[in-house]
């Protein structure tokens, strides 16, 4: 079992004194995988934020390279396309010192008709240590977890969750905060077919956050009210007295009609302008999970107002967080050996 | 705009808000209500009131009549909403909700805008538009409800058009739920309904014409309360004509879905039969029902289970009525004759009088969160005087609308109305 010394390279030449703390802090991290957030516990997410926050000074370094998986190999299955998270993950790799592939669906046989599976026993074969994946069916993480013999990581699977996006945005809330406990956040936009929604809701909630709901009725799940959050369809009173506003992407072709009548009608009831944020509470902070529709969903008044947004904060904290979560998934399996 | 301070003396008050029938006086100013007296003594009034003797006739508030079709924008041969104000004030109707499929569609703020500043330069009666449910109110996208909404528009629908894929009429329920906005329909199996100019049975099968069965309204009704009920949403079924939709529809009133049924004055007044000789003036959507239905439809305005009456007017100017039946354009006029043909019921002491006023008074406005259709202290002064025992024979041609396809044409009625008052202006009077 996996208890004691997590990791095995106390004292890193390179790393900033405060990350070398935490590494020669004792503690497990007892999974293989990192496939929701519903998986982690309060401990295990307070050490991941703890390593994330040795990562970012490590980040704001001249020289940002440690080998804590050297010799491990890193590889990065998109089936969706992303720029922020697969870069994300490319570079925690890289400054950790692992060798990193990235796959993508136009590249891989999966064009050709193969089946996920099939392709992660192709890929299983080649020995990877971490995969990271992305693909469009809920559950899809999970399903190749069952068929690898590596850690999987979820970076983000249909409509379900996107884990990591949730550790960083706890990271960058922790950080602006100094706590999270406590917290009102208002999560607006579109819930109906957001991970990054699910994952957040999970996360926050386990850390004592108030997590309120703010959408159209036809973007809020409709059992939402037994997640135990409030739900709002009126933006100005769901913002109200709220610490966080984190504002959700919309997809366009969703605002034609189909989940929202207009672009200029969702503005105007559910994006987010200086004068529904100023019914949030003093201090409040802005959050988006990018990429950003500006004028549909957000001002850009306020997406680039430093003293509110946390918006590039959040893509900082992102790398900072996956190098935590391959840090701590790399330690299991060198337990296991 | 104010007018001149109007008193109306020795009247008959009868308000179903508040349930009171009997005699009284109402002072008016500055467009409301100032003062209502029962019993009638007024005292010592100023010289500058115009006080009017009602001879004991009846004063009612004005009719509010929540689905009306006028012709603008786009179809002005057929009506325009200065012809239809007048219609309404000659028939005693104060408040007009008029619906959505013009050209074009009122499915944008700027339309809703256009309809209310109209109104207010021709300055009749109340006017308020209700907006499209979906896009050009095709049934594929959502119209821009929220906004609508804010524009002043009461309620969405496609009107005569049902909404027929399921999914999108969920997300306009569910979406409309947000702005507190009600969402009508009309229940019409669309695949049964489609080409129909009367509804099946023996007549129909005799007559050779094109039909659908009755039991196209409830299949679609129960897919209509259906989602009502799981999403919470205020529905109002836009016309309700058959036995079997209405035996559908209490039992979702009684489960507790959020729903409100109208029905049109010509299907309380009409059966299949009155298409006689293939009369297109009787060619109506929904189409003219059965003896049964038509007495099941009486009785559930009589239980209060149906709760509104609308006129259902919709203005079809000759070219398009005088035709081969089944090519003949749908729809009957009936701003001008919807309060006499209401009195038939309490003449025919089948409704008391004061329960048929109610279904075109004090109950839109409730439904629609409409500051008129009662007679109390600081209510709009939108008032009618009515003479309710007075003959009248309704003769189409007469009618004040640009359009006088009235299925009424010929019929011996009682009710006249004297005098209709908006906002403390008088819009019509004959004393």
């Known amino acids: 079992m996996a208890t004691g010394a997590a990791y095995d390279r106390p004292s890193m030449s390179g790393a900033p004194t405060g990350l070398n703390e935490v590494l020669q802090r004792t503690f497990s991290f007892p999974k293989r995988h990192f496939l929701s957030a519903t998986d982690l516990n309060e401990v295990e997410?307070?050490?991941?934020?703890?390593?994330?926050?040795?990562?970012?000074?490590?980040?704001?370094q001249t020289s940002k390279k440690l080998d804590l998986l050297k010799g491990r190999t890193l590889m990065n299955l998109f089936f969706e396309n992303s720029t922020r998270t697969q870069s994300s993950f490319e570079l925690a790799g890289k400054r950790l010192g692992a060798d990193v592939v990235n796959m993508s669906?136009?590249?891989?046989?999966?064009?050709?008709?193969?089946?996920?599976?099939?392709?992660?026993?192709?890929?299983?074969?080649?020995?990877?240590?971490?995969?990271?994946i992305r693909h469009s069916s809920s559950g899809a993480a999970s399903l190749l977890s069952q068929k690898v013999g590596c850690s999987v990581i979820n970076a983000g699977d249909g409509q379900h969750e996107h884990p990591t996006q949730a550790l960083l945005d706890a990271l960058s809330m922790r950080r602006a905060f100094g706590r999270i406990a406590g917290l009102k956040v208002a999560i607006c936009g579109d819930?109906?077919?957001?991970?990054?929604?699910?994952?957040?809701?999970?996360?926050?909630?386990?850390l004592g956050a108030h997590v309120r709901l703010v959408g159209p009725p036809t973007l809020i799940p409709a059992a939402a009210d037994r997640w135990n959050v409030e739900v709002f369809h009126d933006m100005r009173k769901g913002i109200a007295g709220c610490d966080v506003v984190m504002m959700l992407r919309l997809q366009l072709e969703r605002m034609d009609g189909v989940m929202a009548p207009s672009q200029r009608e969702y503005f105007r009831f559910f994006g987010l302008d200086r004068e529904k944020l100023a019914h949030a509470a003093p201090g409040v902070r802005v959050m988006h999970p990018g990429p950003m529709n500006r004028g549909v969903e957000i001002d850009s008044d306020v997406a680039d107002d430093l003293a509110v947004s946390l918006i590039q904060d959040q893509v900082e904290m992102g790398v900072a967080a996956r190098m935590a979560v391959l840090t701590s998934l790399a330690a299991r399996l060198d337990n296991e050996r | 705009m104010s007018a001149r301070p109007l008193a109306f003396a020795n009247v008959r008050l009868l308000d179903p808000a508040s349930g009171f029938d009997g005699p009284g006086a109402v002072i008016v100013t500055e467009g409301v209500i100032a003062d209502v007296v029962p019993g009638g003594d007024l005292g010592a009034l100023s010289k500058d009131i115009e006080v009017i003797d009602g001879g004991g006739k009846l004063l009612i508030p004005g009719l509010?009549?929540?689905?009306?079709?006028?012709?603008e924008p786009g179809f002005e041969t057929k009506e325009t909403l200065k012809s239809a104000g007048r219609a309404a004030a000659a028939g005693g109707v104060t408040?007009?909700?008029?619906?959505?499929?013009?050209s074009p569609v009122v499915d944008e703020p700027s339309v809703v805008d256009f309809i209310l500043r109209r109104a207010r330069d021709i300055e009749l009666v109340n006017v308020y538009p209700a907006g499209a449910a979906t896009k050009g109110a095709m049934g594929e996208r959502m119209a821009e409800i929220g906004l609508m909404h804010e524009a002043g528009c009461l309620y969405v629908t496609d009107a005569d058009r049902p909404i027929v894929n399921s999914k999108v009429f969920q997300r306009v329920l569910s979406y409309a739920k947000a702005f507190d906005t009600p969402v009508a329909h009309r229940p019409a199996d669309p695949w049964l309904s489609a080409g129909a100019a009367a509804t099946s049975g023996e007549f129909a099968a005799r007559m050779g014409l094109p039909n659908v069965p009755a039991i196209a309204e409830k299949i679609m009704l129960e897919r209509d309360l259906a989602l009502a009920e799981v999403t919470g949403a205020k529905l109002i079924v836009d016309q309700l004509t058959t036995a079997a939709a209405l035996e559908s529809f209490e039992r979702a009133v009684k489960r507790g879905v959020n729903a409100t049924a109208t029905t049109s004055i010509n299907h309380l007044s009409f059966n299949e039969l009155d298409i006689?000789?293939?009369?297109?003036?009787?060619?109506?959507?929904?189409?003219?029902?059965?003896?049964?239905?038509?007495?099941a439809v009486i009785e559930a305005v009589a239980s209060g289970l149906i709760k509104v009456i609308v006129s259902?007017?919709?203005?079809?100017?000759?070219?398009?009525?005088?035709?081969?039946?089944?090519?003949a354009a749908p729809g009957a006029v009936g701003l001008e004759t919807l309060l006499p043909a209401l009195l038939a019921f309490h003449h025919e002491g089948?409704?008391?009088l004061i329960d048929l006023v109610r279904t075109v008074t004090s109950a839109p406005a409730e439904l629609l969160g409409l500051p008129g259709g009662r007679i109390a202290k600081g209510a709009p002064a939108d008032l009618v005087l009515v003479d309710p025992d007075a003959p009248v024979v309704i003769d189409a041609d007469k009618l004040t609308s640009k359009s006088k396809n009235s299925p009424f044409d010929g019929r011996r009625l009682q009710g006249k109305v004297l005098r209709t008052v908006v906002d403390g202006r008088t819009v019509y009077s004959v004393l």
Do not use: W
């Open chain 2, 95 to 102: 408040t007009i909700v008029v619906q959505p499929d013009t």
């Open chain 2, 276 to 295: 006689g000789d293939y009369r297109t003036f009787c060619k109506l959507d929904p189409p003219l029902r059965s003896e049964d239905d038509r007495q």
């Open chain 2, 64 to 71: 509010i009549d929540i689905r009306v079709k006028t012709g």
């Open chain 1, 105 to 132: 669906p136009r590249s891989s046989s999966i064009s050709k008709g193969e089946t996920l599976i099939d392709t992660a026993v192709t890929l299983n074969a080649m020995q990877p240590d971490l995969l990271v």
């Open chain 2, 350 to 352: 089948r409704i008391p």
């Open chain 1, 45 to 60: 997410v307070a050490n991941l934020l703890d390593l994330a926050d040795g990562f970012v000074s490590l980040n704001r």
């Open chain 1, 191 to 206: 819930v109906l077919h957001s991970r990054v929604a699910r994952s957040n809701i999970a996360l926050l909630q386990m």
């Open chain 2, 312 to 327: 259902a007017h919709a203005p079809a100017p000759a070219e398009d009525k005088r035709l081969p039946y089944d090519e």
